[in-house]
Nanobody, 122 residues
C-alpha cells in the first residue's frame, strides 16, 4: 500500500542541471532513511546519495560536490538536485525509502520507486 514515484528526469546537456523528486504515498507512519540509486544498462545498481531521517547525508564519490540530496518530511518527499551533469551520470535513477507503515507495528522495510530516466548528452 506504499508507492514511491520519481519525477524530474529527462534529457539535459553536459554541465546542465536537473532536480529529481520522489514522493511516497499510501499507508505511511514514518519514513526512516531515504536514498537515490542509479543503474545504467548492463551495470549494477549503485548508491548515489543517502539521507537519514534527521537530515544527515552521504554521497557516492562520483557525485560529491555536484549532487545534493534533501527531504521534506511533511510531504514525504526526497529530492536530488543534480548540477554539473556529466555523460556518465546517464542512468535510470531510483528512489528508495525505509518505511514504517503502522502506528502500532514498529517494523519497517525498504520500498523502491520504478525509476526515472536521466540522460546527459549533447
Amino acid at each position: 500500500q506504499v508507492q514511491l514515484v520519481e519525477s524530474g528526469g529527462g534529457l539535459v546537456q553536459p554541465g546542465g542541471s536537473l532536480r529529481l523528486s520522489c514522493a511516497a504515498s499510501g499507508r505511511i507512519f514514518r519514513i526512516n532513511d531515504m536514498g537515490w540509486y542509479r543503474q545504467a544498462p548492463g551495470n549494477q545498481r549503485e548508491l548515489v546519495a543517502h539521507i537519514t531521517s534527521g537530515g544527515g547525508t552521504n554521497y557516492a564519490d562520483s557525485v560529491k560536490g555536484r549532487f545534493t540530496i534533501s527531504r521534506d518530511n511533511a510531504k514525504n518527499t526526497v529530492y536530488l538536485q543534480m548540477n554539473s551533469l556529466k555523460s556518465e551520470d546517464t542512468a535510470v535513477y531510483y528512489c528508495n525509502a525505509d518505511i514504517r507503515t503502522s502506528i502500532t507495528y514498529r517494523a519497517s522495510r525498504g520500498y523502491w520507486g520504478r525509476g526515472t530516466q536521466v540522460t546527459v548528452s549533447s
